[in-house]
């Protein structure tokens, strides 16, 4: 919301840099990725809702929600350019955190070794 809100704003070239395809592309792919995570998050609940097996949905909707944050972030970062590091713009401290979710409070890796194990079927590795 903050790289929409800021590529239709900062006006350069009389003209927002949100009407230019480099910038508009990787807020669209962000925007995309994060609806993705969002609909695996609604099949991990609609699935608890029903008591019936979520594991597998719920560890790929923490995967690619953690995936399209870190995504959104940089993009983020990206459009605001130098003035994605001002801290008046709240953007560099969001960049920051939303590595967090990656690692916490499930890491990736043991997202992946869930999926190999319970939904590939190969070998527990740990």
């Known amino acids: 919301e903050r790289a929409t809100r800021y590529a239709g704003e900062r006006i350069v070239f009389e003209r ?12 669209a792919e962000a925007f995309i990725d994060i609806e993705a995570a969002n609909l695996m998050r609604y099949e991990a609940c609609a699935r608890f809702d029903a008591q019936r ?19 959104a972030a940089n993009v ?11 801290s008046e713009y709240d953007v560099e401290r969001k960049f920051r955190e939303t590595r967090l979710y990656q690692v916490a409070p499930i890491s990736t890796n043991l997202i992946f070794a869930y999926v190999a194990e319970h939904l590939l079927g190969l070998p527990r590795s740990y």
């Open 16 to 27: 927002p840099i949100g009407s230019n395809q480099g910038v508009q592309f990787p807020i």
């Open 53 to 71: 097996p979520c594991g597998a949905q719920a560890n790929m909707a923490k995967h690619l929600a953690a995936r399209a944050s870190w995504q």
């Open 76 to 86: 983020c970062l990206q459009t605001h350019g130098g003035f994605g590091f001002a």
